[in-house]
């Protein structure tokens, strides 16, 4: 029997249980909603795939020679259909659902992992309420942290009851992933590898470990998603996407995601804050509980997490649900008062608490998605916007009367192709890089006009730009324009300035 005054969670009633699996829905408040800066390449070629097929060679910047390998093709087409039916509003309502979902899943892994109701609702919590301020929007990642979820799932759920059906889902998870987003898919053999390395048995002195499942089971499963990588339009080419496109310093200096965690931006210090409390809980906590599948994910994702910040994601979605293993044992409860009422006053008054907190964070999130500054969306403002600015940029060069020649840099690159332009370079950044385009690095030689280790005259006379769309960011190539008399102003917002050659 419980305690009368004291309600040990993984005790209390069903309503009461699905009100905590719901409160992280809170979180929909924070969710980055509406158009996405990285929509603005993914529509156009989520456009182009319907009505053209798939491309080798690049259709949105000014490089045409270049080849590509669009490694979100079908994120593009899913990403196209939304947007092109129903406007942000559809978008949003997407990332909504993912997070919906992100949030059951991250619920369900946890309560597999600790079979304890209480730690599970608390740690998704924290990592739902952390993923939905810093990484749910409308861009691909969404569709890979779900698909992340559920391969651990059914790894954790083959170890727990040898069902070698559970092992089936890992191929399809692999299709999914290698057309939704090729350069994550490498990642998924990743996770799987600490139940691969638990699955051996190990002998050395006194240190033995019993498998915790077949390895041999595990090594098919792994062969046969390997091989169900190669249904994707590019084949190799996506499957070792992974291999051209990171860990180049060319783009570490341009991706902000790419970054490693530090104490001067917000995402490295909630995340140290994070592994903080987690290593003072480890300390602490006395009726600990280790196993090696849990420990090397966490170990594994907190290394990638404090290498870039895009990592920090998978460390969430996986390696703090690893370490919710160690406090399977702990008791969570809250305290009774001695006046409790019937169970039936109360269960209406949780349910409609319950009610209040969905309805807050659905009205939260409407509020956020009117305040998107999604230009499909805003309304005319007292003080214009970038987006308004860059607009005004278009309507100038809709109205040209000679072929425009248009050179826009990685913050800017996609609105244009967004709006039907070729510039120069946009935010795709390893599609520049000669290693993946087999033509030419046009990302080095970018960082160097902006630089200003390249002339800026010779960098213009090579592609003959007519009209050049310069941010405050490309601070050489702006001050350049501003004081050569053969360049006139058109625009100028401070932020965003559009020149014309005389």
């Keep these: 029997m419980p305690d009368k005054k004291r309600l040990n969670v993984n005790d209390a009633p069903k309503w009461f249980k699905i ?48 080849h590509i390998v669009v490694q979100q093709w079908l994120s593009s087409v899913v990403f196209y259909f939304v947007y092109s039916r129903f406007g942000t509003l559809g978008v949003s309502v997407m990332t909504y659902i993912c997070y919906i979902a992100l ?17 599970a609702c608390i740690f998704t919590f924290v990592i739902c309420l952390i993923m939905s301020a810093m990484f749910i929007a409308a861009r691909p990642q969404i569709f890979t942290y779900l698909l992340v979820l559920f391969e651990i799932l059914c790894l954790e759920n083959f170890v727990k009851t040898k069902k070698t059906y559970l092992l089936f889902f890992i191929p399809l998870i692999s299709l999914a992933l290698i ?89 490295g210090v909630i995340t140290i804050t994070l592994v903080a ?29 404090l290498l870039n910040i895009k990592s920090i994601a998978y460390f969430l979605i996986a390696g703090v649900p690893a370490y919710s293993y160690m ?29 209040l907190i969905v309805a807050l964070g659905a009205l939260a999130g409407v509020l956020a998605m009117r305040q998107s500054d999604a230009p499909a969306e805003n309304e005319a403002a007292p003080v214009k916007n970038t987006y308004e600015y860059m607009d ?50 046009y990302l080095t030689e970018y960082n160097h006009i902006i630089s200003g280790t390249l002339y800026y005259k010779d960098f213009i006379d090579k592609y003959n730009f007519n009209y050049l769309i310069v941010s405050d960011r490309e601070i050489y190539l702006r001050s350049a324009l501003l004081r050569d008399d053969d360049y006139t102003v058109l625009v100028d917002s401070g932020e965003i300035t559009l020149f014309k050659a005389k």
């Design 392 to 441: 005004d940029m278009v309507e100038i060069l809709d109205k040209s009367d000679e072929e425009v020649v248009l050179f826009a840099g990685f913050d800017w690159g996609q609105y244009l192709e967004y709006k039907g332009y070729h510039p120069y370079i946009d935010g795709r950044a390893e599609l520049f890089m000669k290693q993946n385009n087999k033509d030419f690095d």
């Design 19 to 66: 009100l905590l699996v719901l409160f992280p829905l809170v979180g929909i408040a924070l969710v980055n909603v509406g158009f996405h800066n990285d929509l603005y390449f993914l529509y156009p070629t989520g456009e182009y795939i319907v009505n053209n097929g798939i491309p080798h060679s690049d259709i949105l910047s000014m490089h045409s020679n270049m």
């Design 277 to 305: 409390v987690l290593l003072v809980l480890a300390i602490i906590r006395k009726d600990k509980a280790f196993t090696t599948r849990f420990v090397l994910m966490f170990a594994g994702t907190l290394i990638l997490a």
């Design 179 to 267: 057309n939704l987003h090729a350069a994550m898919w490498g990642m998924m053999f990743v996770f799987a590898m600490p139940y691969a390395a638990a699955a051996l048995p190990i002998k050395a002195g006194k240190i033995k470990q019993e498998p915790c499942c077949s390895f041999v089971k595990l090594l098919i499963c792994g062969i046969v998603s390997f091989a169900v990588g190669f249904c994707n339009p590019y084949g190799w080419e996506s499957m070792s996407y992974i291999l051209t496109s990171f860990g180049l310093s060319a783009i570490n200096n341009r991706v902000y995601e790419m970054n490693p965690v530090s104490f001067s931006d917000g995402a």
């Design 327 to 355: 406090m399977k044992s702990a008791k969570i409860e809250i305290p009774l008062p001695d006046n409790t009422k019937s169970t039936g006053s109360n269960k209406k008054r949780i349910v409609l608490l319950c009610t």
């Design 103 to 119: 949030v059951l899943l991250v619920n369900k892994l946890c309560r597999t992992i600790t079979d304890n109701f209480g730690i």
